[in-house]
């Protein structure tokens, strides 16, 4: 880790505002991942509700999906309409929903100081963060993987400088199943497919 | 919601709530490719189910099996906790993983499901040639242990000797004693007194109490067999003592447990001899299609499969001709079956071949309408009719003896490739209903001029197709609409058979039983006996491939074709297949030599 990446860290674990959460910045244990995707309820960052978290631990080459943490949350406001096809959470559905800050919290223990991996993360996280900045006053300290960016430097030449990163191509490229999408579970069982694939024909990626 | 597929068997035959169960504990594991997912002897917590990739399995260099997408494996080691063989990811492969506790947890609820295992546990212990298969669920598997033989439990105190267990197994042919010993009861066995043979101790000396195997291993008489079986998988043991209300009143041989299934036959026998009506056999021949895959699956060698099926058939047709026909008709005809099913080697349903010889001068207004119903009774049993019209609904297969002794002269005079063919049905006919004496003047070995110019031409035949093995014995794939499938039948099965029969014909063999054939050109010293081993076996081995072939298909809603794919198979299959086609390919050049075919072709 860098000295900026260092200092970065320092300067989170400061602004923590609950000791409670001071685990995040532990050190992970080894050979530890944790998978993860949100739905929301819309594709805008600065307002996108998260609706429903799942994590999926991953340990060496095992994808714990037996040990899966799937959260309902309860939004504030109304979910947009044409979001609802996408995921297929109703307003009924998430009526029993958790608030966001018990939400988080089950996810922040859950999750520890674990790196995350994820299909195109940095719309979950900025979510997340965005309602954990309020309310911790830091930003997820863990390192995130983002398993498009995995592909990408691999697929990637200078003669061919754009790559398809969708995800039903990364599957079919890298040979992996085509599971029933949007259901969260599946989604990062599919990231964490993704990252082991990669991960062994790279040699080592974590960190 | 979980990624988990149950659309595939065993887990389609779990509740919702097992499903439940069995999705909370489900993991996904990922194995580059060459990685090992157990040694051999490894402890084994796992049921894994392969999502994409392949895996495959070894045993001190030789590959025993692949397990593709969906494919559940290793039953045996997760019901024994123990790897037997090593496994590798053949590509980059990605698994789920049951546990095992819970998987042996529903196996014990859901007997459905618990039968499976059984199936592929049954599969794995039979002979590797056997070719056994994963068949359905048979209401057999159902029964309880107690319908099955018990031997009689002999005991013994653990003061008594060895010498006397040994006397007591001797007396009673049995293959183990029951001795009561401090730590409870146990068992002595064969093997135990193998092993004390190879001691040297004194057997009138020694007490065969701390000899004695315990706990006992036990199963309740009303539980079912297959738990029996699951129970002897688990501890690799060859019977188990079976007990009601904790009382051992007997003990179930694995030998017994086999025999049992296999003798549901005389049920099938018994429900054919006593049908009344046309109804009543067709129940009958669904019995028989069950008790085929049954059969297989548990692995009874092909010969004695098809036998048994033979039969059972011969049964069949001759009892739907005798409801059908007046008793008085019977005395003066004889109803015959030809091809295959005249050789007795047919095992699944194939085309109607039969025909039905008619005493000269015997006249009865009914006998061409019964004729017609006999063979539409055999469509709704599921033979199709034959392509090539040889069937007694056709004037030319129902005739009196001298209009049917001067066709085949007739054709044995003219024996272009169509008359050898139907002469070559002919050769391996066989009576199973009226009066059998009628086919002896008619039965192609007893008519004349079978000289050397028709012999030749009668096996010409044999070098119609090529034997798809190429000179380095690679499989020639070139049959079936892609081209990719190797035709067993033309390939394997026909050369060897007609090449048998022609043998036979000039011999003047009377037989028709292709593996009876072998046995009487050995014993008048026409076949070398190691070659003659060599066509039994290869001939078993085809007619296994080929059956296995046809129940998949069958299992799959089409109709058998004798179209292999050979990637389907294991490398031992494909190896022994090889090995098949090069003594195939042998007695072809045998019988081209033998009949000078080399004149002719």
């Known amino acids: ?207 | 919601m979980t990624p988990f597929d149950f659309s595939h068997a065993p887990f389609d035959c779990l509740d919702p709530a097992e499903r439940q169960r069995l999705a909370e504990r489900v993991d996904v594991a990922y194995f580059p490719k060459n990685a090992c997912l157990h040694e051999a002897n490894s402890p084994v917590d796992t049921l894994y189910v392969v999502i994409k990739g392949m895996v495959s399995e070894h045993n001190e260099g030789e590959t025993l099996a692949y397990y593709g997408p969906q494919d559940s494996f290793d039953s045996r080691a997760m019901l024994g906790g123990r790897a037997q063989h090593r496994l590798l990811a053949v590509e980059d492969t990605l698994v789920f993983c049951l546990p095992r506790e819970l998987v042996l947890d529903l196996t014990q609820r859901n007997p459905v499901f618990g039968a499976f295992f059984y199936q592929d546990v049954a599969a794995r212990f039979a002979v590797l040639a056997n070719r056994p298969l994963q068949g359905q669920l048979q209401a057999m598997l159902m029964s309880r242990v107690e319908s099955a033989y018990l031997s009689r439990a002999l005991w013994l105190n653990a003061e008594d000797s060895v010498l006397d267990a040994a006397r007591l197994m001797k007396k009673h042919h049995a293959t183990c004693v029951l001795v009561h010993t401090q730590n409870g009861d146990g068992i002595f066995t064969r093997s135990e007194l193998r092993d004390f043979v190879i001691s040297e101790a004194s057997a009138a000396s020694t007490a065969v109490g701390p000899l004695a195997r315990t706990p006992l291993i036990t199963i309740a008489a009303d539980a079912y067999l297959y738990h029996a079986q699951l129970l002897m998988a688990q501890h690799t043991i060859q019977r188990v003592v079976v007990t009601r209300d904790a009382e051992v009143i007997g003990i179930l041989e694995q030998v017994e447990l086999l025999s049992f299934l296999s003798n549901q036959s005389h049920i099938v026998l018994a429900q054919i001899e006593r049908a009344e009506s046309i109804v009543e056999l067709m129940a009958a021949n669904r019995s028989m299609d069950e008790l085929i895959k049954l059969l297989h699956g548990n692995g009874v060698k092909v010969t004695l499969i098809a036998d048994l099926l033979c039969e059972l058939r011969r049964h069949l047709l001759g009892r739907a001709f005798t409801l059908l026909a007046p008793a008085e008709m019977l005395e003066h005809v004889c109803l015959l079956v030809l091809g295959s099913e005249g050789r007795g080697e047919q095992i699944l349903k194939t085309d109607q071949d039969n025909a039905l010889l008619i005493e000269d001068g015997y006249m009865h207004p009914e006998l061409q309408a019964i004729c017609e119903r006999f063979s539409q009774t055999l469509l709704s049993f599921g033979y199709p009719p034959c392509p090539g019209g040889i069937m007694l609904n056709q004037p030319d297969w129902c005739c009196e003896l001298s209009a049917m002794r001067s066709r085949l002269l007739g054709w044995v005079r003219s024996a272009n490739a169509e008359n050898v063919m139907r002469l070559a049905i002919w050769a391996d006919a066989r009576p199973v209903a009226g009066k059998a004496a009628l086919l002896e003047s008619v039965q192609l070995q007893s008519l004349p001029e079978l000289d050397g110019a028709f012999l030749s031409r009668f096996a010409l035949p044999v070098m119609q197709f090529d034997v798809p093995l190429s000179l380095f014995s690679r499989l020639v794939l070139d049959a079936g609409a892609q081209r990719d499938r190797l035709d067993i039948k033309k390939g394997g099965i026909f050369p060897l058979v007609h090449g048998i029969r022609s043998m036979a014909v000039k011999a003047g063999i009377r037989t028709s039983n292709t593996y009876r054939r072998v046995d009487e050109l050995l014993a008048r010293q026409l076949l070398p006996a190691e070659l003659a081993q060599d066509l039994r076996e290869t001939l078993v081995f085809l007619h296994g491939l080929r059956l296995q072939h046809g129940l998949n298909t069958l299992a799959q809603g089409r109709v058998p074709d004798n179209l292999i794919d050979p990637a389907a198979l294991s490398t031992l299959e494909r190896d022994l297949l090889k090995d098949a086609l090069g003594v195939v390919k042998r007695f072809r050049q045998l019988i081209e030599h033998h009949f000078q075919l080399a004149r002719i072709s």
């Open chain 1, 1 to 207: 880790m860098s000295l900026w990446q260092n200092l970065r860290r320092w300067q989170a674990r400061r602004a923590l505002q609950d000791e409670r959460f001071g685990f995040l910045f532990d050190q992970p244990p080894a050979e530890e991942w944790i998978s993860i995707d949100c739905e929301t309820s819309s594709l805008d960052p600065q307002s996108a509700e998260i609706l429903s978290i799942a994590a999926v631990p991953v340990r060496g080459d095992r994808i714990l999906t037996s040990q899966a943490l799937r959260l309902i949350l309860k939004p504030r406001h109304a979910i947009a309409a044409q979001s609802i096809p996408i995921h297929q959470l109703r307003q009924q559905d998430v009526a029993n929903g958790l608030a966001v800050e018990d939400a988080l919290s089950q996810l922040l223990t859950f999750i520890g100081a674990r790196p995350l991996i994820g299909y195109y993360l940095e719309f979950d996280l900025a979510v997340i963060n965005r309602q954990l900045k309020s309310w911790l006053g830091i930003h997820l300290p863990n390192p995130a993987i983002e398993v498009s960016g995995l592909y990408y430097d691999r697929k990637v030449t200078a003669y061919r400088p754009e790559v398809d990163l969708r995800l039903d191509t990364i599957l079919t490229e890298l040979a992996l199943p085509l599971l029933p999408r949007h259901d969260p579970v599946n989604d990062a069982l599919l990231a964490a497919m993704i990252f082991l694939k990669l991960r062994h024909q790279h040699g080592s990626l974590d960190q």
